[in-house]
């Protein structure tokens, strides 16, 4: 466990595909063959992926804090109908960078592309999204990128922001001053778009801007040739930008509050409590609705169907009905409780919360030995654990990058959501809300007593990191962006469902229609004789100590190091192929897991409940996390990284199970 | 406080909120500089502090941009008077 992969040096550039997400992004199309490649670059947050999903239709992250993009996006740009040559365009979406020069690997993609050490053409053009909000240090890149013959387009957003905070720019000094067309766009409202697609049309037909000259300068004096970068962007803000003198905003007021010392972290956890709160309540009735839908009148009409050509006891009736309707459909039930909850993280994203809840969070992170910055991939993972391994490419430091993609699986996703709502809603009905939270709370618990343990053994010496962030001022979140980031996201429960489940389904099927014990034949044998049954009950032993038992409940638990979404399915699956009645409706399928709990606790159900719960928040959370993990940080870190989450979760479950049962 | 940081200048850290002064880099690597130099804390900027964070550093305001400092950096850097 010496090496630490060397992160941006050998990773490829183009095409960068990534592992597959819960709700990633998708890894994109590239034009036709000779098409112009268009990249947008720009610092961090100035709204370069909003203006790539505009200008593409394509649906990449978005969000107003900063780190949201780490990876290279790439999409087609087909020209309005009355605009253009009606040429396409290669555009590629690059993560944020103040500069040219790289702090950390995501900025080092955009760096090397510009240095020619990419495996991929330097662009044809590019597209400087610059905030006017903070015109500055959007046009240090300028300064850089013009010190060479190229084409340069500045494209100026959150002109609405700037003049609400005094400051208005003149987009044709602006031209005037860097030499380069300045358009102004609003890509959150799609305006500007016609305007940006004639200059670039104009750019591209017209020879490179003359690379600007500079003064009389050593080159190896970093400093000194800053200065006059931030000279030469100082008099071009001078010429094109009036600004009043900075008075307390609206957001500043609110700031002293959400970022103060006691106030700031218990406003953080009573947001999350909200969320999960006002998830579970508006939730829970439509999963009613929608399970009984599928056990009732989807079931019956299948049966029906089956019934018609004679197959209604067929091995294929099994299963279609207590494979994929009983598995799948039992997961479907949760779209609206993940649409919910991916709405409202998506709100408190577009609103710039976020941001501020890593700024309170610093000090917890440098217990740890991590900065305050590597929240935000952590954050990142309460939604899906995936993108939040690729999130740490925000990190400058190798070894807090390998420290935080071995806590990201630590933090719970949302697909752990679902089976912590069933058993919540089956065990603690009143207050299933609050033991949605708690679980929340217990992931932070983990992350950190894992980071402290991490710390104390294997990083004894990793150093600090100063935090300095830029904080978006807030906005009101738009109804497009809300509606589109959750969408993405419920679409990618919706493949997980789609795909992986569908698979694991067919083989948990599979392995459950073949007999091991009694007089069964291939798809007509009690569940308790199958193959999957003779193989869950060999791993169930290992789990007595922690009151689970159960050869179901062990054998939800390894379907679910596929994917967690597998846990329901698996459970679904093998309670409706033991019950002659099935399909399952929800309320059955509870009636059995908490029976299963009952036989195997001894008595003690809360405590087996509880201990179930933190076994599987600390466990793997799936394949694709796997993959991620070792895309990032490479097969030995992430080899130990199972390890140590398999033993956090068995030792914690145990621990829990013993401790609990004593007092109950 | 280095010698070359004048006698006026106080810690970022130990500035109340809602004063203003000028930046001064104080005792901050000149590699660290030039990442806050990119975010527009520069050495002689107007800034305000607006507030104090929950792990003891800043939130200061340079023009319309806002940036959280860790209580490390917000101790390294230096606050000088406005008039001065």
Redesign the interface.
């Known amino acids: 466990m010496t090496s630490l992969r060397p992160a941006p040096s050998r990773r490829r550039l183009l095409p960068a595909r990534p592992a597959p997400s819960c709700h990633g992004d998708s890894p994109g199309t590239a034009a036709t063959t000779g098409s112009p490649v268009v990249a947008l670059v720009g610092a961090p947050n100035a709204g370069k992926s909003t203006l790539f999903n505009a200008l593409t239709g394509g649906s990449r992250t978005v969000g107003n804090w900063p780190g949201t993009t780490v990876e290279v996006g790439r999409g087609v740009w087909e020209p309005t109908e009355d605009c253009c040559d009606g040429a396409a365009r290669d555009l590629l979406d690059l993560p944020g960078a ?2 040219l ?1 790289a ?1 950390s690997p995501d900025e080092e993609l955009t760096a090397r592309l510009f240095a020619g050490t990419a495996n991929a053409p330097v662009p044809d053009l590019t597209v400087v999204v610059a905030d006017a ?2 015109l ?2 959007s046009l ?1 890149l300028v300064a850089q990128l013009r010190e060479a013959d190229r084409r340069v387009v500045v494209a100026l957003t959150m002109v609405d922001v ?1 003049e609400r ?3 208005v720019v003149d987009a044709g000094r602006l031209t005037t001053a860097l030499g380069v067309p300045v358009v102004e766009l609003d890509p959150r409202r799609r305006s500007g778009r016609d305007a940006l697609e004639q200059a670039v049309t104009a750019a591209l037909s017209a020879p490179a801007a003359a690379a600007r000259t500079r003064g009389e300068l050593v080159d190896d004096d ?2 000194a040739v ?1 200065d006059e970068r ?1 000279a030469w962007v100082d008099g071009a803000v001078s010429t094109a930008a009036t ?1 009043v003198p ?1 008075t ?1 905003t609206v ?2 007021r609110v ?2 509050w959400v ?4 106030v ?2 218990l406003l953080f956890l009573l947001v999350m409590w909200g969320v999960f709160e006002l998830t579970t309540t508006v939730a829970t009735p439509l999963q009613d609705l929608l399970g009984r839908l599928v056990s009732g009148p989807v079931t019956a009409a299948g049966r029906g169907l089956f019934g018609l050509v004679g197959l209604e006891r067929s091995w294929v009736a099994g299963f279609v009905l207590d494979g994929l309707v009983a598995g799948v459909g039992t997961l479907l039930t949760f779209v609206p409780l993940m649409a919910i909850m991916f709405a409202l993280l998506a709100l408190l994203e577009d609103s710039g919360y976020m ?2 809840a ?3 969070t ?2 917890v992170m ?1 217990r740890i030995g991590l ?2 910055k590597a929240f935000l991939p952590l954050v990142v993972g309460f939604g899906c654990n995936v993108p939040a391994i690729s999130a740490t490419r925000i990190l400058p430091d190798a070894r807090h990058r390998v420290m935080t993609a071995l806590l990201v699986p630590f933090t719970s996703c949302s697909a752990r959501l679902t089976v912590y709502v069933l058993i919540a809603s089956t065990f603690f009905p009143s207050t299933a809300g609050t033991v949605v939270f708690a679980m929340y709370v217990l992931s932070i618990v983990l992350v950190v007593v894992v980071g402290l343990a991490l710390r104390r053994t294997l990083w004894r010496t990793v150093g ?1 990191e ?6 978006p ?1 807030y906005q009101r979140p738009t109804l497009r962006l809300t509606a589109s980031v959750t969408w993405l996201r419920v679409r990618g429960f919706l493949r997980t469902a789609g795909g992986i489940i569908v698979v694991t389904v067919m083989v948990v099927w599979l392995l459950q229609a073949v007999p091991v014990t009694g007089s069964g034949s291939f798809g007509a044998v009690p569940p308790g004789d199958s193959l999957f049954a003779a193989v869950a009950k060999g791993i169930a032993v290992l789990f007595a100590p922690a009151g689970f038992a159960d050869w179901h409940t062990a054998g939800a638990l390894v379907v679910g190091f596929v994917a967690k979404e597998g846990v329901l399915s698996s459970w679904a699956q093998t309670y409706a192929a033991a019950d002659p009645t099935a399909g399952l409706p929800p309320d059955a399928l509870q009636a059995h897991v908490h029976a299963a709990f009952a036989a195997s606790s001894g008595g003690a159900v809360g405590a087996a409940v509880f201990a179930f719960l933190v076994f599987l928040l600390a466990y793997t959370p799936c394949m694709a996390t796997v993959a991620a993990q070792r895309r990032e940080i490479g097969g030995r870190w992430t080899a130990f990284g199972i390890v140590l989450q398999l033993a956090v979760a068995w030792v914690g479950a145990v621990a829990v199970f013993q401790i609990v049962r004593l007092f109950t | 406080m280095p010698l070359d940081t004048p006698p006026d200048a106080r810690p970022l850290a130990s500035v109340l909120p809602g004063t203003a002064g000028r930046l001064d880099l104080g005792t901050l690597p000149r590699t660290s500089g030039l990442r806050l130099a990119q975010l527009g804390l520069r050495a002689g900027a107007a800034v305000t502090v607006l507030a104090r964070t929950s792990g003891g550093g800043r939130l200061v305001a340079v023009g319309t941009t806002r940036i959280g400092l860790d209580r490390d950096t917000s101790r390294q850097l230096a606050l000088l008077p406005a008039a001065s």
């Not at chain 1, 970022?259 to 006691?262: F, I, K």
């Not at chain 1, 100063?466 to 904080?471: E, Q, R, T």
């Open positions: 103040y500069s020069d702090s909000a903070h500055a240090r240090y700037a905070r005094g400051v970093e400093l800053a931030f600004e900075a307390p957001t500043d700031d002293r970022t103060a010392p006691v700031g972290p941001a501020r890593a700024l309170v610093d000090r440098r900065p305050g600090q100063a935090l300095v962030l830029d904080l001022a």
